[in-house]
C-alpha cells in the first residue's frame, strides 16, 4: 500500500528568509558563491569531508547511496531551490551520498561553518531547519518501506509521479515530463532491473498511462497512475 502524498517541503532559502535576523541574511547572501557541474559531474561524494552545503539554483540532481559489495541506489532527486549536504552535518561533517548532476547544473554554495553559525545564532531558524530535517527523513523512510511492500510496476509508477513532482512538467507541452529518468535511473530508484523497467513502461503504456516517445514519456492518466501507486 503506498503513502499518501506528503505536502512540499518549504525551501531552505525560504526559511532562511523568514525565520534567520536580518543581519544573517546578509551574511549568507555576502559569503554565497556558485559553481556549476556538467551532466554527469559529481557534486560531492560519499564519504568526502562535508565542508559545503548546496542549494539547485537551475538543473537535476540525483543522490546516490552506496552500498557494500560496490552496489548503488538512488535515494533521491533535486531540483531548483532544493538543498544538497545537510545530511553531512555532524562532530565530523561528512557526505553520506553522493550528489550526480543529472543535467548541466548550478549551484549556490554555502560554506558549512557559516551555515551551523547561522543555527546556533538564529533559534528559530534552527527549529525550522530541524522540522525540515525531520520531515525530509520520514519522506525517505516512507519511501523505503514502500519499496519492500510495491510490485515493481507500483514502484516504477511512483518514481514517474516522483520525476513529476520534483523536476515539474515541460511548461509548452503539459503532459510530457520537463525531465525523464534514464531507464537505467528508473531501474536503480525502483530497485529493480533494466528490463523489469522495460516491461513495466511497456504495459503502462499498453493501459493507456502514459506515452512512451524516445526517450521521454507522457503522462496520459495521472490519477489511474496514483492509484496503481496507493494500492
Not at 519522506?139 to 510495491?150: A, H, K, P, S, Y
Not at 513532482?165 to 525523464?180: I, K, N, Q
Not at 516491461?199 to 503502462?204: E, I, P
Request: glycine share 8%; aromatic share 6%; net charge positive.
Amino acid at each position: 500500500m503506498g503513502s499518501p502524498q506528503a505536502g512540499p517541503l518549504v525551501p531552505l532559502d525560504q526559511l532562511i528568509v523568514r525565520y534567520c535576523s536580518p543581519e544573517w541574511q546578509e551574511l549568507l547572501r555576502a559569503q554565497n558563491t556558485r559553481m556549476e557541474f556538467g551532466k554527469g559531474e559529481a557534486i560531492f561524494t560519499t564519504g568526502q569531508h562535508a565542508e559545503r552545503m548546496f542549494m539547485v539554483h537551475r538543473g537535476r540532481v540525483k543522490v546516490v547511496a552506496h552500498y557494500p559489495g560496490g552496489r548503488q541506489r538512488i535515494i533521491r532527486l533535486a531540483g531548483e531551490g532544493e538543498v544538497l549536504g545537510h545530511r553531512g552535518i555532524g562532530n565530523e561533517p561528512t557526505y553520506t551520498a553522493s550528489a550526480i548532476a543529472l543535467t548541466p547544473t548550478t549551484v549556490n554554495v554555502i560554506p558549512m561553518g557559516l551555515f551551523l553559525s547561522t543555527l546556533r545564532a538564529n533559534n528559530l531558524f534552527c527549529y525550522h531547519f530541524l522540522l525540515f530535517f525531520a520531515e525530509e527523513m520520514r519522506v525517505l523512510d516512507q519511501q523505503m518501506r514502500d519499496l519492500m511492500e510495491m510490485e515493481v510496476a507500483q514502484r516504477v509508477a511512483k518514481v514517474l509521479l516522483l520525476c513529476r513532482s520534483t523536476f515539474g512538467m515541460d511548461p509548452e507541452r503539459p503532459t510530457v515530463l520537463a525531465y525523464t529518468l534514464p531507464r537505467r535511473d528508473i531501474a536503480s530508484m525502483a530497485d529493480t532491473t533494466y528490463e523489469s523497467v522495460i516491461r513495466a513502461l511497456s504495459d503502462m503504456q499498453q493501459r493507456g498511462l502514459i506515452q512512451l516517445v524516445g526517450k521521454e514519456v507522457r503522462i496520459r492518466k495521472r490519477k489511474e497512475l496514483e492509484r496503481m501507486v496507493n494500492g
